[in-house]
């Protein structure tokens, strides 16, 4: 099995900062794209960011600018630096990575149990 632990989230003022950790461990071949997504009270869970195994990002909109996603690929781990916190980015921030457990295995999808991220004053 695999499992993803994330850490990092907490309470920060608006204009704070926030670093999200991710990590990946278990039985793992390769990790091939990881991402964070979040979900706030009463909505759908969002993507926030995802990052692939070479490096290359995508960001939703309404972060870019704002929030960087990174991973080291020897610790199997993902971070999000969030920076300019606003009150709308108050939510459960989920990790999320595509694990093959062993060659020729396909690509399988996890989760992390979730990180609390909330911005007020």
């Known amino acids: 099995q695999v499992q993803l632990v994330e850490s990092g989230g907490g309470l920060v003022q608006p204009g704070g900062s926030l670093r999200l950790s991710c990590g990946a461990s278990?039985?793992?071949?390769?990790?091939?794209?990881m991402g964070w997504y979040r979900q706030a009270s009463g909505k759908q869970r969002e993507l926030v960011a995802t990052?692939?195994?070479?490096?290359?990002?995508n960001y939703a909109d309404s972060v870019k600018g704002r929030f960087t996603i990174s991973r080291d690929n020897a610790k199997n781990t993902v971070y999000l630096q969030m920076n300019s916190l606003k009150a709308e980015d108050t939510a459960v921030y989920y990790c999320?990575?595509?694990?093959?457990?062993?060659?020729?295995?396909?690509?399988?999808?996890?989760w992390g149990q979730g990180t609390q991220v909330t911005v007020s004053s």
């Open positions: 278990g039985s793992i071949f390769s990790i091939n794209a």
């Open positions: 999320n990575a595509g694990v093959v457990q062993a060659r020729g295995f396909p690509t399988r999808d996890y």
């Open positions: 990052i692939t195994s070479g490096g290359n990002t």
